[in-house]
């Protein structure tokens, strides 16, 4: 069976050439994994309940035969952290989660606040859920001040990656092609590294 994969953006993503997200869907592609690597709504001012019903609507995508796997960024990992206890079946097999933004540097953007509701820093999928997840952030996250990482580990116990220098793990800080990235997608044991291209 082949594994099915979808690949979510964050806030102000249009999905451009040279992303490691772009980069990686056309890796998978050319594998022979089923990709999805939709364009969700209004990235410059998203609608929680449109993401949320793109999202479910994708997931239900994917072949249930195969495996399913869920790869975020930034603001896409608070869409799933919130939409994830309610997805039942819809619930990939592996997700990774690529630099959060915290819910506070969340809250003070209006356009975004509704991503980070009251309370979701201590709300947790339950732990079925937890143990299909990888956390990756790196030590100087400007949208994670103090650090993604320790959050995540210490108050969930996720796996998690720290990548060291990486700021936010997007364009600007460099990465486009990022093998570790697509490694992780072909085998859920390797750990996830920094790459800058």
Request: hydrophobic share 45%.
């Amino acid at each position: 069976m082949t594994a099915g994969v979808l690949i979510v953006h964050g806030w102000e993503n249009r999905r451009p050439e040279g992303h490691w997200q772009r980069w990686l869907a056309g890796e998978l592609a050319d594998r022979g994994l089923a990709v999805r690597y939709p364009q969700f709504p209004e990235p410059d001012e998203p609608v929680l309940a449109d993401w949320t019903a793109l999202l479910r609507d994708e997931l239900g995508r994917l072949d249930p035969g195969g495996e399913r796997i869920l790869v975020c960024h930034s603001l896409a990992v608070l869409l799933w952290w919130q939409a994830a206890p309610a997805l039942g079946a819809l619930q990939p097999d592996r997700v990774l989660l690529v630099a959060p933004p915290s819910a506070d540097v969340l809250r003070s953007h209006p356009a975004v606040r509704a991503f980070a509701p009251p309370g979701i820093e201590g709300a947790a999928p339950g732990d079925d859920v937890r143990g299909r997840v990888r956390l990756v952030a790196a030590d100087d996250d400007p949208y994670f001040p103090g650090g993604a990482a320790p959050f995540y580990a210490d108050r969930f116990g996720l796996d998690v990656d720290v990548v060291s220098g990486g700021a936010h793990l997007d364009l600007p800080a460099g990465y486009g092609a990022w093998p570790a990235a697509l490694d992780w997608c072909l085998d859920p044991s390797v750990r996830i590294s920094g790459r800058r291209s």
